[in-house]
């Protein structure tokens, strides 16, 4: 009598999820290149021409979170691309080979006034009526402002607000009263050929899990039910991740005046 094969059980370990939240990945290259985990995330406001050759030999792991401003080459972020110049390195990712669902644009901040609605006006027409590069979906963040008791309204995140440097473009940052309807008259006027996240979407999420054929669930060998992503105190902007870049972010030597960072 043949005795019975018994098949060891595979057990697949839950994947790491990690992020580049803070700092130029451009400038830091080997720092995360050599700690990738099954999949990444990497924020970044440049896409140089070595970034993107890692990215395209890591891109069965790497989802991009472009971050635009439309104030690259400007006082506010003078070490930053134009959004002409990001626009062509996006296209040169994608036509060597990234996967652009693999790629989320992030405008971010957009100033709350006629600056930030040309400039989203300018990244509006680019990302949707270009064929070469016609995304479907977005995100955008607006500056946060909290209202003090005199009524006028100041940038709320006091390491912006305490640089001396930006102390003098302050005016370049006040509300305009009428930016909120203006906003939102000019993404209606795109709803048919572009999807918005104006905050509704965790900063990381099934987005970015879905394309590298996961939900957010797992179950573990014991049958145990897990997140792959969990959230601080549920909070989706606050997401508990393994962290390649530094663990108390700081301003990188690019210095944007608006960078919510410490110096």
Known sequence: MVDS???PKIIVPKPVVSWWKSSDPCLYINKWRNSLTEINIIETKRLSDEFIQICLYEKSRIFLHVNITGMGQTVF???????KETFKQIQKLIELGFPQKQILVCVKPILPNENGLNALKLLLKVFTEFKMLRLRFV???????FQIE?????VSNKNVTSRDSTKKIMPWLSRSQTFWKDYYKLIDNYQSIICVD?????IIG????IVFGYKNE???ADGVREKIIDYEKGNKYKPILNILSDSNPT?????CLLCPWRY
């Open 218 to 220: 797992w179950i573990t």
């Open 198 to 202: 104006k905050g509704d979407e965790a």
């Open 206 to 209: 099934i987005r970015e899990l």
């Open 77 to 83: 972020e003078p070490n930053i691309p134009t959004v």
């Open 150 to 154: 005199n009524g006028k309204y100041v």
């Open 139 to 145: 995100r955008f963040n607006v500056l946060a402002y």
């Open 5 to 7: 094969i018994i098949i």
């Open 251 to 255: 301003r990188c030597k690019n210095r």
